[in-house]
């Protein structure tokens, strides 16, 4: 990924991503990485104003049984998936100016068939300075779902 060439993508995506019922099968996501387990998290920053959080699983079950199609994007977020401050995100040096900034995890299924599936997994420095979202390592690739 280009440094500076996408950097308005992943902010969309970040904005975004945490609504798709099937986050990375249908097009890219991207999420904030937490400091605990790596896992992904939304950043309360980054959520519309009174967005509703659901913490109970039988009231997320209701609110999908509710929705009218499977692939409408969610209007709350769901259990298993933490709001966090963007302070309790998982930091990293920017390459181009050296300071921490926030680790998001990019994750797409790059291919679809009925013999096997490809997953790609990518971490980068999301720095708003620089306005680039940086490459931390190698892209991984699998074969299982990942997320």
């Not at 387990?37 to 659901?54: H, I, M, Q, T, Y």
């Not at 933490?82 to 100016?97: D, N, Q």
């Not at 980068?124 to 680039?132: N, P, S």
């Amino acid at each position: 990924m280009e440094a500076h060439q996408n950097f308005t993508t992943v902010v969309k995506l970040l904005l975004t991503s945490w609504r798709d019922a099937d986050a990375g099968k249908y097009g890219d996501a991207y999420f904030f990485v937490g400091q605990v387990n790596d896992a992904w998290v939304v950043v309360r920053e980054f959520l519309p104003e009174g967005a509703p959080v659901c913490t109970d699983r039988g009231e997320w079950r209701r609110y999908v049984d509710s929705r009218e199609w499977w692939r409408a994007p969610f209007d709350r977020v769901r259990p298993g998936l933490p709001v966090v401050s963007l302070a309790e995100v998982k930091t990293y040096a920017c390459p181009h100016c050296g300071e921490a900034r926030p680790v998001v995890e990019h994750y797409v299924q790059t291919y679809d068939s009925a013999e096997g599936d490809n997953w790609l997994t990518e971490r980068l420095v999301f720095c708003t300075d620089c306005k680039a979202a940086s490459p931390v390592a190698q892209p991984h690739n699998s074969s299982m779902r990942m997320r």
